[in-house]
């Protein structure tokens, strides 16, 4: 999966460090990754690292117009969150990502590139213990995307080319977000509502189920992203319970 490449030492040391920097950094804190059954399927969500890349992480190599239209972009998404627009404000800060990739002006720090560079290598630490744990297709394809274009984000680095680079870094981020734990609480929110509003006559269980979809949105309106995922799971886990004839 991971492709090797000629480098200079000085730049491969560099980009070691910055791997085990990204991973001591989140080292005793919570788990990194979750996997969960319920609605028939296998959810799972790898916690994105610290310095992963994104729309601030280029603001600086902007052009002053897009700079801002950048930071309008981003104010309107967090707007939208805190409305409960979650939907609307993550499209909102993939659009804004890959915007900023798009068109950096002038060429970022080196050691910029190379934090961001360590922080998608840290993305893929996680999913592969995850994927240690247990057979994931959809996780293992994305594990997959991401290693690739982090290695040509490598290689156009080594080579000079930090626009490139950027451009690599923000598609390895459009594959991990969909694993991102707000991405796949979203997912479970609208597959339990989806449920429990086929339902004419809810039972107290459902209506458990919606306080907790409810609680879960307002978990990702203030950033919890775990907490909203988890809660998810356990709603959408109540109503299979219900459906089933179970009690939970």
């Known amino acids: 999966m991971r492709q090797s490449l000629r480098r200079p030492t000085t730049l491969l040391s560099a980009l070691a460090l910055c791997g085990a920097l990204a991973a001591c950094g989140d080292a ?18 790898v916690t994105p690292p610290a310095g992963m890349p994104d729309a601030r992480s ?24 805190r409305a409960g627009m979650l939907e609307a404000a993550l499209e909102m800060e993939g659009q804004a990502t890959r915007l900023a990739a798009s068109f950096v002006t002038t060429d970022p720090a080196a050691p910029k590139v ?3 560079i360590g922080a998608v290598r840290e993305w ?19 594990l997959s995307t991401v290693a690739a274009h982090r290695a040509a984000a490598e290689l156009a680095l080594s080579q000079g080319d930090r626009k490139t680079a950027v451009l690599r870094l923000a598609d390895a981020a459009d594959a991990a977000r969909p694993f991102a734990p707000q991405a796949v609480a979203l ?29 879960a949105r307002e978990a990702m309106a203030t950033g919890d992203q775990t907490r909203a995922m988890k809660r998810a799971w356990y709603a959408l886990q109540i109503v299979d319970a219900h459906d089933g004839g179970g009690a939970r």
């Open 187 to 215: 997912d479970l929110v609208a597959r339990a509502e989806a449920r429990i509003d086929g339902d004419p006559s809810p039972t107290p269980d459902l209506r458990r189920a919606r306080l907790l979809l409810r609680l």
């Open 124 to 142: 893929e630490h996680r999913a592969q213990d995850r994927l240690r744990a247990g057979d994931y297709p959809e996780l293992a394809a994305a």
């Open 58 to 81: 280029w603001l600086a190599y902007t052009s002053r117009p897009l700079a801002a239209q950048l930071r309008e972009m981003t104010q309107q998404a967090a707007r939208a969150r």
């Open 28 to 45: 005793p804190t919570l788990p990194t990754s979750f996997a969960q059954e319920a609605g028939g399927k296998t959810w799972v969500a």
């Open 114 to 116: 190379m934090g961001a």
